[in-house]
Structure formats: C-alpha cells, structure tokens
C-alpha cells in the first residue's frame, strides 16, 4: 500500500484524485462545488479550526487542480484561506527564559531592541534586525528562531507578507524551485496543475486517430513508488489512455553529446559554462547574476529534446512530460521553448490519476522501459550530468579538460556563480541542481526517503545500453535541433 | 510504401535495432530506396508480440532479427510486386 509522506500530500491527492475522477466522468463542472463536501464531510473537522473553513481551502485547492488563477502568470501561488499568518517576527522569547542576572541577550543585542522586564528579556520588534544574536547567547536556549517556513525555504527572497500577515509570492525574484510548495507545513502555497487537460486530451485521443498521446517520464521516477516495480507503473500509465511512454533519459542521452561539444566550443573563448537542465538553476542566473547569462548552456534540457524527438517521428503526438518538478511547469511555457512539451504534470498528480481510474498498479503485469543509457538516467541525481560529460569527452577522445564544478542546491549554486563572477572558479563546469539530491529530491515527488539513490543507481545499471551512443543508434537524431536558440 | 519499425520499448528489448539496420542494408541492395521508405515508430500497440513492423495500413507483424530476410522477400518484394 502507498503511504503518504505528510497529511500535506494526502490532502493534495485527495483533491486531485477526485478532480481527475470527475474529469473522467464527465462531470466535473458539475460537481465543482461538491468536491469540499466530499473530502471534508464532517461533522468534526479535521485538521483545521472549523468545518467551514476546511471546505473553503478544499475549494481553493480544487482552483489549483483546475489550472489556478488564470491572470498570474506564476505557475506556484499561496493559498490565501489555507496560509495560516505564521509570526510575522522571527525570534521569540519563549517561556523558558529564567529572567537570569547575565542577561547575556541584551549585551548580545547589537541595536539595543532587549530590554528586561519583570525579570523577562523583551524585545522591541521595532528595532531587531533579525540578526540571531540573542538567540546564540542565551545560555537556557530560551529564544526560538521561528522565521516562517515557506521564508525559510525561498532561496531569493520572493516570498514577501502583506498587510494581512498572509505569505506573497514576488513574482519577480520567483524561479518556481518549489521550495516553498514543498515546506509549507499548512499546504498553503501549491502549483497549478494541468490534471483537467491532459485527462481530457487523453478522452479525445480515445475517440480520434488524429491525436497521439505521449507520456514521457523523468528518470526521478525510479524511486517513487514503493508499492509497484516499474514495469508495472509503465503499464499503468499506458492504461490511462498513452499511447507509448518514453524515457526523457533518452533525451539526457542527446544531451550529453550536444552539451559536450558545446562546451568544447564555448571554452575557446569563455572560461567557463554552466548547465541547463535544470530551470530552476537557470532562471536563477538570470535574475541574479544576469552577468553570467551568456555562459548558460545553449542546449535544451532533455525534457524538451525527447519531445522533439518523439514529434520528429510521430507528427501526431501530444507530449505530457511526468516528473518531479514544479519549475518544469514553467519551462514548458518559456517563449522560445513553447509548443515543444504540451503538458508538465507531476508524479502526485500522476498517482491521482492512475488511482482515479481504479487501476491497482501492484497486480499488473510489467511492461518494458529500456531505452535509454545509464548515463542519462543519472541526470536525475545530482552529479548525473558531470559524470555523462565527462563520459563523453572520454568515449570521442575529445581534447579538453573537464573540471566540473557540481552545485548540490541553490546554496551551493549561488556560491559557484559568486565565484565565477570573479573569474575565481576552480574548473570550467557548472552544474547546477536547484533542489538538495538533484530531480529525485524534487519538490513534488511523492517520496523524500534515504534510499531514493540506491533506488535510482539500479534503475541505471539495468540497462542494456551501456551509453548515449548505443542508446541512440536507432533515432535519426541528426536533423533534431538541440539549441535553445 | 512505408515500413514503420516499433522501436518502443518492448521492440526494442526484441531487437528493433537489428530488424532495423538489416531492413536498410536490403532496401539499399535492391535499389529500392525510391519506393519504399523506412520508418521508426513508437508503440504500435502489439507489444506482446514484437518486433513490431507495419507496412502502410496493413496489420502489423511480427518480424524477429532473424526473420527479416523472408519478411522482405514476400512482403516489401512481394508487396511491391503487388
């Protein structure tokens, strides 16, 4: 049986399997408004104040499973009746303080905001700055750092609180890492979802000859599900009405080569380049460091290059990428990007799909999935795409040193980039990863565990292709243009 | 005339590659590269049975490596000569 991570997750799945199976139904208009009573049908509520307002947010959320609001170009957006006005104020002096003689946290203090009063510390929000002083000083650990959760989890700096104490999101500095989506403990900020479409799509395709349906998977997939082996996900996905479903490792695999010469090229006269698989990463280049943009990766990432791929061959096809990523929502709709990929939806979304239908993926016998190289199902793990290009320099004995510099998290990508920007990195290769672990630590990913890795390395070493070469010898990728423009 | 190959997975664990490459080489031989053109497609919906091989809007065929030589002989020879 499937387990959920947090009551987070297994709200979010409620709504959108009922979403998805009203959408099958036919009936989703219909029932739009019925959902809340459904999933909250009281009488006592279950995780919130009241009833009524948990039917408010099921409603909200039943927005999101239905594409969110359309006029926010932002595919990730709070929820303004489930985001719970967490403490504006970031450090707390809590019941623990003994009101001692030292008073170590107003000499800490380096704005004068503590005070003493009736033997309690005090601070006087008007002057803190925030700094977490007090905080290390106090020998009774009597100050709790409570900066808000989704604060804590943005890496920019996007997520602002209004006049109402309610969480906002600045469109502006927002690179869609999902974060913040994930690290909600109130489930109060969510991505869109394309759930609707795609179920409709594949309903049309049912009907038509002229509409083929392609599912292509993110090689993060390999450690999502603990109930079924992954030939049986690969016929459940099929049953949902695809007509074939692709590896994007196979995409990873075009990649590879295309990123490997481009590097050779782009060295001759930079110093160094960084990747662009990843959107998260480089939407974050371009906000804050818009010096470093002509060193971005021309390539596309793989998701975009197995959907070029499969349309070179099918001039019928509809390409839903499925994965663990909210930037990838965003990707798809980039100007030069768009019309590739038709539709991103995310492994929770996929689960509420395939479980609205009634399908028990456990009991179905395995389908294959066996294109691509070890190589490019690495790309999901942080670390993945160094190794394939390093492959690759090796394999066509290219003449050039690759010194990769791996960036595990945004953190560390932004340490990289700070470096670069001074011309003082040591190498000539970045990857950046936007989320810790890489893809398979993705924010919508239904399964955040310690074994995730080994999971993926056997999904990897269960090929049968040894790398992008062999993998790739049965596609004429020749005339596929792998540049972004 | 079209041959479509199935190169979706299932296929391609069956050798489509293989199926593919000889197909090629005998296109090639016979001169034949004007009248029939050689595809790859996705899952043709038989993958029980691969490798996959559909030729127009026929039904589709099983052709294993080792059957190609006779798959193009009575059907791409004998179809054209239909």
Known sequence: MRKFENQVQLIKYEILKEVSRFTYEGKLNQMVNEIPYIVDPGPEPRYRCCLYHERAITADRVKMAMGGDKNNPNIIEVLDTACDQCPVNRYVITETCRGCLAHRCESACPVNAITITDHRAVIDYSKCIECGRCKNACPYNAIADVMRPCRRACPTGAIEINDNKKAVINNDKCIQCGACVYQCPFGAIQDKSQIVEVINLLKEAEKSNEIHPYAIIAPAFASQFEYANLGQIIRGIKLLGFKDVIEVALGADMISEHETLELVEHLKDHSFMTSSCCPAFVKYIENEYPEVTENISNSVSPMIATSKLIKSIDDKAVVVFIGPCVAKKAEKDLPKLSGITDYVLTFEELVAMIDSRGIKLETLEEASLNNASYFGRMFASTGGLSKSITEVVKKKKLDIDVVPVICDGIKECDKALKIAKMDRLKGNFIEGMACVGGCIKGPVTMHHGTKDVKKLENYCSSTIEKDSKESLRIFDVTNIDLNKK | ?82
């Open chain 2, 1 to 82: 005339m079209v041959v479509q190959v199935c190169i979706g997975s299932a296929c391609h664990l069956k050798g489509s590659y293989v199926v593919i490459q000889k197909l090629k080489s005998l296109i090639e031989e016979h001169n034949l590269g004007d009248f029939v053109e050689l595809k790859s497609s996705f899952c043709l919906g038989e993958c029980a049975n691969g490798v996959s091989v559909k030729i127009d809007s026929q039904k589709v065929k099983t052709v294993l490596p080792k059957d190609v030589e006779k798959f193009f002989e009575t059907e791409i020879l004998g179809g054209l000569e239909r």
